[in-house]
């Protein structure tokens, strides 16, 4: 019996499939967005696992291919020589040549680093001749003695075939502070996403179900308050910031300064969205509760706020991302210290004043998403439903 429900359901999506091509064209246009959105991610992920010389080279969707790279090596130490047919010779294989690559071209000079086919023989200075092989053999002559404490110089251009390492996500996790700016990066987002959440919560109850004398007015305000930049604001939040701690005589900038400071951000958008979903909440509940005495700080935790988990895990999600990816905030509101830097602060300073140690940045990335993406995904589920509820109203 179950089996032929099962059936006809089956056979009754089909033919409603059948009868309706513009679902086709929604379901491949559903795919073709996400393909579109997952290929900059999956394109970061190779990234991070390739050689730092070959994501200089080549793009990620080359990372499966060798790449041409051009390489200065060097070639034995002059104490290396020997005297052979009245001519001065070093010999051996190139220094740093990896022997799964294969040289294409060579040169002696800077000026002229891919000027000799290998295998051929280049004319160098003093009568000398300098012959390189495809598997980093060289052979190099002078009529007088080759002189100094390191080896010549040899530019050449090899094939490197794909090389994927673990290096990047070394040098960022072993990186000195790194474990501290984790936690820091904890310490604000948590209290900034959790205390947005209580205000809110409050403010969206009372603006739905209380009669409130000019509710409309604050509700056109707090409308007004999500166009406002947030850059706007820092300025003077931080000058009356400074302000109340020299009056106090306490320093401003403070873990409690910037849990605040998100807040206040925070907090249009939060309102905006709980009150949306509990003002659609069923009005008959809240009667009934009212009639049975409760009072409407009862009302609010013993009925609100259950109904209303997936508007508070929408929102939740949408903080917790932005507080942890944030840096300038945390910049302006905390400080720059070594005990005080967030995790994204620590990773730019990583980078160097000249951005030197680009190539981590792809590792850098997944490291800092690491914590975002388990929130994401264990409250995902809510997120469309919380959404959806309170853009209907």
Known sequence: ????????????????????????????????????????????????????????????????????????????????????????????????????????????????????????????????????????QYTMTSLVPFTGSRGKRVFYTQLTSPKFTLDNYVEVLNSEGIGQSFINSLTVTIPATIIPILIAAFAAYALSWMRLPGRGLLIALVVGLLVVPLQMSLIPLLQLYNTIGSYFGVSAKTYFGIWLAHTGFGLPLAIYLLRNYIAGLPKEIIESARVDGANDFEIFVKIILPLSFPALASFAIFQFLWVWNDLLVATVFLGNGEHELVLTGRLRELLGSRGGNWEILTASAFVSIAVPLTVFFTLQRYLVRGLLSGSVK
């Not at 795919?31 to 080279?57: E, N, Y």
């Not at 969707?61 to 060798?66: A, G, I, V, Y």
């Not at 090596?73 to 051996?92: C, E, F, H, N, W």
């Open 1 to 136: 019996m179950a089996n032929n429900k099962f059936s006809s359901g089956l056979m009754l999506s089909l033919r409603q499939l059948r009868r309706s091509p513009l679902m086709i064209v929604v379901h491949l246009s559903v795919l073709f967005l996400v393909i579109l959105w997952t290929f900059p991610t999956a394109g970061l992920l190779i990234s991070s696992f390739r050689d730092k010389d070959q994501l200089a080279v080549s793009g990620w969707w080359q990372s499966l291919s060798s790449s041409e790279q051009n390489i200065i090596g060097r070639t034995s130490a002059p104490d290396q020589q020997v005297l052979l047919d009245g001519k001065y010779v070093l010999s051996g294989t190139i220094e740093g040549f990896a022997l799964q690559d294969t040289i294409l071209r060579f040169g002696w000079t800077s000026k002229q680093p891919e000027a000799y086919q290998v295998n051929t023989i280049a004319s160098m200075k003093n009568a000398g001749t300098l012959t390189v092989s495809s598997d980093g």
